[in-house]
T-cell receptor, first 111, second 114 residues
Framework: AQRVTQPEKLLSVFKGAPVELKCNYS??????LFWYVQYSRQRLQLLLR??SRESIKGFTADLNKGETSFHLKKPFAQEEDSAMYYC?????????????FGKGTKLSVKP | DVKVTQSSRYLVKRTGEKVFLECVQD?????MFWYRQDPGLGLRLIYF???????EKGDIPEGYSVSREKKERFSLILESASTNQTSMYLC?????????????FGQGTRLTVV
């Protein structure tokens, strides 16, 4: 079954420390993965796509098919990175694609 | 500026009421979605639609129905509201672009059923 697992509900780090938000997936085909972020009192928005191999706000994520992982990393966390982060997988089980989300990880960056 | 707009930010309804949540997008997207967001459970897909008058069940469709009469509007209907439907409801829209897909979300409707 298609599934996205984010093992940490809460991750707390100090400003300037490295951060890694874990995401593992289960999918029978070739996965298309995303990270979405929700800042306090803002709407959920796309952070990055694995296919673009991009770095957004200093965050990167590498797809590791062997480990079925798509962890989000940033070398030096900033206070403004505090938010709720969701890993998502594009599911083509139906007639059209739809996103399956993990349960989310709340990142708290302390000064 | 792309927009997905949900008609209400907060709603309080009584058990047994029929509840309508409205969502409008101005980006001419084919796909529209309704999720509910609960702490510790993440986002769970209720229904989605890939064309006018078309709909597909998501993971938790029980107790809900949807309507898409126009491309820009996607409504979520709670036929008989119950307290376990108290939640944050998120509407989203997207084009189908495979790995380049970006879903745009509304601001959410926090529904409380009493």
């Amino acid at each position: 079954a298609q599934r996205v697992t984010q093992p940490e509900k809460l991750l707390s780090v100090f400003k300037g420390a490295p951060v890694e938000l874990k995401c593992n997936y289960s999918y029978s085909g070739s996965p298309e993965l995303f990270w979405y972020v929700q800042y306090s009192r803002q709407r959920l928005q796309l952070l990055l796509r694995h296919i673009s191999r991009e770095s957004i706000k200093g965050f990167t994520a590498d797809l590791n098919k062997g480990e079925t992982s798509f962890h989000l990393k940033k070398p030096f966390a900033q206070e403004e990175d505090s938010a709720m982060y969701y890993c998502a997988l594009m599911n083509y089980g139906g007639s059209q694609g739809n996103l399956i989300f993990g349960k989310g990880t709340k990142l708290s960056v302390k000064p | 500026d792309v927009k997905v707009t949900q008609s209400s930010r907060y709603l309080v309804k009584r058990t047994g009421e029929k509840v309508f949540l409205e969502c409008v997008q101005d980006m001419d997207h084919e796909n529209m979605f309704w999720y509910r967001q609960d702490p510790g459970l993440g986002l769970r897909l209720i229904y989605f639609s890939y064309d006018v008058k078309m709909k597909e069940k998501g993971d938790i469709p029980e107790g809900y129905s949807v309507s898409r009469e126009k491309k820009e509007r996607f409504s979520l209907i709670l036929e008989s509201a119950s307290t376990n439907q108290t939640s944050m409801y998120l509407c989203a829209s997207s084009l189908d672009q495979g790995g380049y897909t970006e879903a745009f979300f509304g601001q959410g409707t926090r529904l409380t059923v009493v």
